[in-house]
C-alpha cells in the first residue's frame, strides 16, 4: 500500500530562516504529490501540487517543492519564513488515475521563533 | 461562492447514539470525500464518492456509513457511536480526478462519551 512518510513532527524555526519540510512516499509509480497547510482551528489548503513535468514547483505564499523520483522524496521550502507561517503541513500523495482521495502523512507542526 | 461547508462545528454525543454530519459544496463539484483527523495522525479516508448515486469505501470506513442523492451533498453518518470515533472530520471536494486539488470543508469536531 502507498504510505507518505514525514519524518518530522515538529520544526522549529527563526523568523527569516529559510524551511524545508521532508516528505517520503513509498509506491511503485510516481504518485500525483501535494503539500497542504492547515491553520490552527482550520481546514486544509493547497500549497502546490505536481503531477508530471518540472520538477520544482512553485506554490503559494512563497513555498516550493522539489520532487526527487531517485529519493521518492517532494521537500517543500521556503527561503524566508514569517511569523504567519507558523502551521501544520501535511503532504499527501494521490495514485494517478484513482478516485480514492488522498494519502496523508502524519504532518509537520511549524513553529516559528521570533 | 461559500466553497465546502460543514455543520455542525461541533458536537458531543453518547456512545450509542446516532448523528448524521452534513456537507455541502457549491462548486458543483463531482468527487466528495470524508476524512477524519486523530491527533497526531494526518487525514485518513473513511468514504468517497464520484457522483451523485455513487459511493465506495475508503481506508476507515467501519461504524459510518454515506449517501449521495444531489451533486452538492454528501452527508456522513454516525450509527451506534463509540468513543473511537472521537475525531475531526473533514468533508472535501474536487472537480476531477485529474485536477487534483480537493477543497476542504471547515471540520466537524466530534466527541463520543
Known amino acids: 500500500a502507498q504510505s507518505v512518510t514525514q519524518p518530522d513532527i515538529h520544526i522549529t524555526v527563526s523568523e527569516g530562516a529559510s524551511l524545508e519540510l521532508r516528505c517520503n512516499y513509498s509506491?511503485?509509480?510516481?504518485?500525483?504529490l501535494f503539500w497542504y497547510v492547515q491553520s490552527p482551528g482550520q481546514g486544509l489548503q493547497l500549497l502546490l501540487k505536481y503531477f508530471s513535468g518540472d520538477t520544482l514547483v512553485q506554490g503559494i505564499k512563497g513555498f516550493e517543492a522539489e520532487f526527487k523520483r531517485s529519493q521518492s522524496s517532494f521537500n517543500l521550502r521556503k527561503p524566508s519564513v514569517h511569523w504567519s507561517d507558523a502551521a501544520e503541513y501535511f503532504c499527501?500523495?494521490?495514485?494517478?488515475?484513482?478516485?480514492?482521495?488522498?494519502?496523508f502523512g502524519k504532518g509537520t507542526h511549524l513553529i516559528i521563533q521570533p | 461562492n461559500a466553497g465546502v461547508t460543514q455543520t455542525p462545528k461541533f458536537r458531543i454525543l453518547k456512545i450509542g447514539q446516532s448523528m448524521t454530519l452534513q456537507c455541502t459544496q457549491d462548486?458543483?463539484?463531482?468527487?466528495m470525500y470524508w476524512y477524519r483527523q486523530d491527533p497526531g495522525m494526518g487525514l485518513k479516508l473513511i468514504y468517497y464518492s464520484v457522483g451523485a448515486g455513487i459511493t465506495d469505501k475508503g481506508e476507515v470506513p467501519n461504524g459510518y456509513n454515506v449517501s449521495r442523492s444531489t451533486t452538492e451533498d454528501f452527508p456522513l453518518r454516525l450509527e451506534l457511536a463509540a468513543p473511537s470515533q472521537t475525531s475531526v472530520y473533514f468533508c472535501?471536494?474536487?472537480?476531477?480526478?485529474?485536477?487534483?486539488?480537493?477543497?476542504f470543508g471547515p471540520g466537524t469536531r466530534l466527541t463520543v462519551l
Open positions: 509506491y511503485g509509480a510516481t504518485p500525483y
Open positions: 462548486m458543483n463539484h463531482n468527487y
Open positions: 499527501a500523495v494521490m495514485l494517478g488515475g484513482g478516485a480514492d482521495g488522498l494519502t
Open positions: 472535501a471536494s474536487s472537480y476531477s480526478r485529474e485536477a487534483g486539488e480537493q477543497f
